[in-house]
């Protein structure tokens, strides 16, 4: 496993903040590295908040999820490299002609604009979905733990360089994928959090030594009553 500094596995989500408490929010947190911005942020603030985040010191996980037809994706990832963003989400069921567009321009865009080349991760099974609900509501007969893999090797074929994925498929993932792929692990949650909407769940520690390279925590940093001591804390579990 590779040597990271506990900071450096820790990304925290700013969900559910306007541009202005996201930016004041990160500024505050004492040794915090990594930020993912989702959909809700960057359609508030735009591209913008990306580069006021960077200007902060702060590596940027751009969580978007796109899904979209070869060349649009490809669009939407040449943008994001160019914006220097680091980690880019992308569905994998968009297919291998999708991901392979994905991420030749992210390579692309980053070398012709100086910035760090961001390694896309595809998204296999949202952490909100329960087996039943989306088998019956998608009509696929696969389970979750046939599903992720498939979509995984999906991706890693088609020149992924990692995946996001609960933490409990992990340990299968990183054996199937060893490092460097990536494994970056939402529904992470340290003792006494709440679960939340979270359906599928696993302390920081426990993500770490299954195989997960970086960790997203949100509310139980975000939500905490001393930010800075909630991700120290997170930093001290690892």
């Known amino acids: 496993m590779t040597t990271l500094h506990p900071a450096d596995r820790i990304i925290v989500a700013l969900d559910g ?17 990594w930020v993912k911005v989702g959909l809700e942020l960057f359609v508030q603030a735009g591209p913008e908040v990306v580069a006021q985040l ?16 070869p060349a649009t994706m490809a669009g939407a990832c040449r943008r994001a490299a160019a914006l220097g963003v680091e980690l880019v989400t992308v569905h994998a069921c968009a297919g291998s002609e999708a991901l392979k567009a994905a991420q030749a321009a992210a390579v692309e865009a980053a070398q012709r604009s100086g910035q760090p080349v961001p390694t896309l ?7 909100s979905w329960e087996e039943q609900r989306l088998q019956r509501e998608l009509a696929i007969a696969q389970g979750i733990a046939e599903r ?28 199937q994928y060893p ?13 006494d959090a709440a679960v939340g909407d979270q359906a599928r769940v696993m302390g920081p520690a426990e993500a770490v030594a299954a195989g997960a390279s970086q960790l997203v925590i949100g509310r139980p940093i975000t939500k905490a009553e001393d930010p800075s001591a909630a991700f120290a804390l997170c930093c001290e579990e690892l």
């Open 148 to 175: 992720v893999p498939a979509l995984a090797q999906l991706s890693a074929t088609s020149g992924i360089g990692g995946c996001v994925c609960s933490p409990l498929e992990a340990a299968a993932l990183r054996a």
């Open 179 to 191: 490092e460097p792929f990536a494994l970056v692990t939402p529904g992470i949650r340290p003792k």
């Open 17 to 33: 903040m306007p541009p202005e408490q996201a930016l004041a929010f990160s500024a505050q947190v004492e040794g915090l590295r």
């Open 54 to 69: 960077r200007d902060q010191g702060l590596r940027v996980f751009l969580d978007l999820k796109f899904h979209d037809i």
């Open 121 to 127: 991760l595809a998204v296999t099974v949202l952490t």
